[in-house]
């Protein structure tokens, strides 16, 4: 099991703004960060970077 924590970078296409969060994996792959949307109401236009937490 994976049980690595991530310092994820989630960057909005739409309006550039950056959010850097905490997360883990879940089971199908996915980056858990609690991240709803951007500030600018995007929730899908978004650039995904994920780097493991020594
Ligand atoms: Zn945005």
Redesign the pocket.
């Known amino acids: 099991m994976d049980n690595h924590r991530y310092l994820i970078t989630i960057r909005?296409l739409?309006?550039?703004?950056k959010f850097i969060l905490r997360g883990k994996r879940n089971v199908e792959g996915q980056y858990e960060t609690g991240f709803k949307r951007?500030?600018?109401?995007?929730e899908t236009n978004l650039h995904i970077d994920a780097i493991p937490e020594k």
């Open positions: 909005c739409k309006c550039g703004e951007c500030v600018c109401g995007n």
